[in-house]
């Protein structure tokens, strides 16, 4: 096979995963957006003119924004297996993976794609902002994944910012679960 086939190939790969993770993050949003229409039928009493509720817009938003924190998400295979449990804290977002499977972190995707590209590139982001005084060193993002022994127990990200982040984290997290637990079960 020649290389510019498997270049090809490889972006073909890339482009069906960054596919995946997109509706996954659409199917997330479609979510946030029920609970603000709840929201707004339950604080507004039903739908107004935009005119009306581009006050209580932001309140709304933030109040959804909220409603995520303390939360525990569980994060399952399409067959309804429990891959782990994402608990969202108002700073701190921390990943119990589930007791039952034995992820390690020589696994693929999660060193080459999640912790090297996600989350070391929302790190590197920061450490830009910082360079630039947008924000202080204790508000960077940062990330720590616990083991015992090979085991992978526990990722635990730090200033993981606002609710885009949180959906973009949620969704890669949610990809490269899946893709670990299907190398894990085909092996």
């Known amino acids: ?4 086939v498997k270049k090809l190939l490889k972006m073909r790969d890339d482009l069906a995963q960054q596919i995946e993770r997109l509706k996954e993050e659409i199917a997330d949003l479609q979510k946030a957006l029920e609970q603000i229409d709840s929201l707004v039928l339950e604080v507004g009493g039903g739908f107004k003119k935009a005119s009306t509720i581009e006050k209580a817009t932001p309140t709304a938003a933030a ?9 525990a998400v569980p994060i399952k295979t399409r067959e309804g297996k429990l891959l782990a449990t994402v608990h969202v804290g108002e700073k701190v977002l921390t990943v119990s993976f589930a007791e039952d499977l034995s992820f390690t972190s020589d696994i693929p995707p999660l060193q080459s794609f999640l912790l090297d590209r996600v989350l070391a ?4 982001s920061d450490e830009d902002r910082i360079s630039r005084g947008e924000i202080v060193p204790e508000e960077a993002f940062s990330f720590q994944v616990a083991t015992e022994g090979n085991r992978l127990t526990r990722l635990t990200i730090q200033n993981y910012g606002g609710e885009r982040r ?15 637990y299907e190398k894990l079960t085909s092996a």
Do not use: F, N
């Not at 096979?1 to 510019?4: A, I, R, V």
């Not at 590139?121 to 590197?124: D, I, K, L, P, S």
């Open 166 to 180: 949180l959906r973009e984290i949620r969704s890669s997290l949610r990809w490269t679960l899946e893709r670990m």
């Open 121 to 124: 590139g929302m790190r590197t």
């Open 63 to 71: 109040t959804a924004v909220e409603a995520a924190v303390g939360e």
């Open 1 to 4: 096979m020649s290389e510019d």
